[in-house]
């Protein structure tokens, strides 16, 4: 299986070359842009989450759900009992991005942010779901193509008025932008031999196009691993976690405390960034797609990047993850590491990934609010707590969403750094469809749906103040429960039909 995989993709990486001269999508692959900081720029505070986008060329509006948004129906009914995909998206379905709304949102975003943000954390799956394997299988040219349109189209869009300097993008890899699904091996087989190879193909790929926002003493870091650190404004540090090499659903690579696995040289990698950004004095926030829990992260993985995030808890702001398709915070801790075999839920993931693009959105409340009220209201130590934060995706399972965050610019301050807030904006998908159905063809307008200082009271955006609004969410009290219902509504981006209504009255 990986000989072919590596073939596959040596194969696209020699198509791409031939078609460099001829395919205008191809030429973010000649070209080195510069993100990386030249001159000291004006910094805002602020940055941009995008994740999960999911362009579907296959998308048809006035398609059937059941074809996932990808065939007309063969005869018109008078009238139809089940809904058909609208031009803006199919919210509420397993349907996937329509470029329409795609390609809208990141030229509204640019527009109203580009000249507000200081960079912007990208956290992958920007292909379409492999969600009709024996009808449109998904390629991984097809992959190829949607990665290198998104990269090319963000950094066209996202430069300063002042001067057109590139605002600084940090990608990363979802498990939906590796061919097969989920599997990202080490070092490959070459094709035609038994000798191995040091780099894996697709990553080879992907740092050539990407080559722009990389810099270049992360190169061999990205090509060997597919991960790499930026700085991305003055005193503040990205890193971009490769989290395929801890994804438990990737059974290419061993664990993490198996020497000389890709899951080894990976987290030896994190540990050494870390101690050098405490060394430099700056503040990182910690990105990556698939998000450490006990669900995803293999097991020895998850206890490494827990105990990582723990010991330098003093320079690492935040973690901020995609993949999950659900607005929520996640918390880890030292003190309960346990590994899979007490996940009762487990096996039910492993069997809903095969046929869903997401979580149940009613399971995921029900084990967000019982890890809550064990670690935040049972734990021990909160020192010893980590917390994660899942944004939702653009592509609109609910409604399309991007996040703003903002942190504390001010350098002279002992709280620089901090991440201090952030403002959900959505578009109601279901309003503009029937617009557009009746004749109105302006484009969808972004609106806030809530904001973390006035939505839940809170000053700060460090961990403490998470896991108190954790134990606030899951008191006993009518404040609780009015809290528990808007955090609900927020998970699912306002479509609280979604949940069955007894997740609102939870004890």
Not at 37 to 52: M, N, S, V
Not at 68 to 78: G, I
Not at 297 to 303: E, G, I, R, S, V
Request: charged share 25%; with cysteine.
């Amino acid at each position: 299986m990986v000989v072919l995989t590596a073939n596959g993709w040596l194969l696209a990486a020699c198509s791409m070359a031939a078609m460099a001269q001829a395919s205008p999508l191809q030429s973010v692959l000649q070209k080195n842009l510069p993100t990386l900081i030249d001159r000291e720029p004006a910094q805002y505070g602020r940055f941009l989450h995008l994740t999960d986008i999911h362009l579907d060329d296959y998308y048809q509006e006035g398609a059937t759900i059941k074809s996932y948004c990808h065939r007309v129906p063969k005869k018109k009914k008078k009238k139809r009992k089940t809904a058909l995909a609208g031009h803006w998206g199919a919210p509420g379905t397993e349907c996937d991005a329509a470029p329409a709304m795609v390609y809208h949102s990141i030229e509204a975003i640019a527009n109203e942010w580009r000249d507000k943000i200081d960079f912007i954390v990208w956290t992958g799956d920007n292909a379409r779901h492999d969600t009709e394997p024996g009808k449109i299988r998904r390629s991984g040219w097809e992959i190829l193509q949607y990665n290198v349109r998104m990269t090319e189209f963000l950094q066209q869009h996202f430069r300063r008025s002042s001067d057109n300097s590139s605002i600084p993008l940090v990608p990363c890899l979802g498990n939906n932008d590796v061919h097969p699904h989920n599997m990202l091996a080490g070092p490959m087989v070459r094709p035609g031999t038994r000798d191995l190879v040091d780099d894996n193909l697709q990553l080879i790929i992907y740092r050539n196009f990407w080559l722009g926002l990389i810099p270049d003493s992360q190169h061999d870091a990205f090509r060997r691993g597919g991960y790499f650190a930026v700085d991305v404004a003055r005193g503040i540090r990205v890193l971009s976690l490769n989290t395929l090499y801890f994804f438990d659903s990737n059974t290419a690579v061993g664990n993490c405390m198996d020497e000389g696995q890709p899951g080894w040289d990976h987290v030896d990698w994190m540990r050494s960034q870390l101690e050098q950004a405490r060394a430099d004095d700056v503040k990182v926030y910690l990105m990556g797609h698939v998000p450490p829990s006990e669900r995803t992260f293999k097991p020895d993985c998850l206890d490494i990047y827990t105990r990582l995030s723990v010991e330098y808890r003093d320079i690492i702001q935040g973690h901020f993850y995609g993949h999950a398709n659900a607005d929520h915070f996640q918390l880890l801790s030292t003190d309960s590491l346990s590994g899979h075999d007490d996940d009762p839920w487990m096996e039910t993931r492993k069997r809903d990934e095969i046929v869903s693009i997401s979580e149940s959105p009613n399971r995921l409340a029900e084990r967000l609010r019982d890890q809550y009220k064990q670690l935040a209201h049972k734990g021990g130590n909160d020192d010893n707590l980590v917390v994660v934060h899942v944004a939702p995706p653009l592509l609109p399972l609910y409604n399309p969403t991007f996040r703003v965050n903002e942190y504390n610019k001010d350098h002279d301050s002992p709280q620089f750094g901090m991440w201090t807030k952030y403002t959900q904006w959505y578009v109601d998908v279901a309003v503009w469809n029937e617009a557009y159905d009746n004749g109105n063809t302006s484009k969808p307008v972004f609106q806030q749906e809530y904001a973390t200082d006035t939505a839940y009271d809170m000053t700060d955006l460090s961990a403490k103040s998470w896991i108190q609004l954790a134990r606030q969410l899951t008191e006993r009290t009518a404040a609780a429960r009015s809290l528990w219902t808007l955090y609900l509504t927020n998970m699912v981006v306002q479509q609280d039909a979604s949940l069955d209504e007894d997740l609102f009255l939870l004890d």
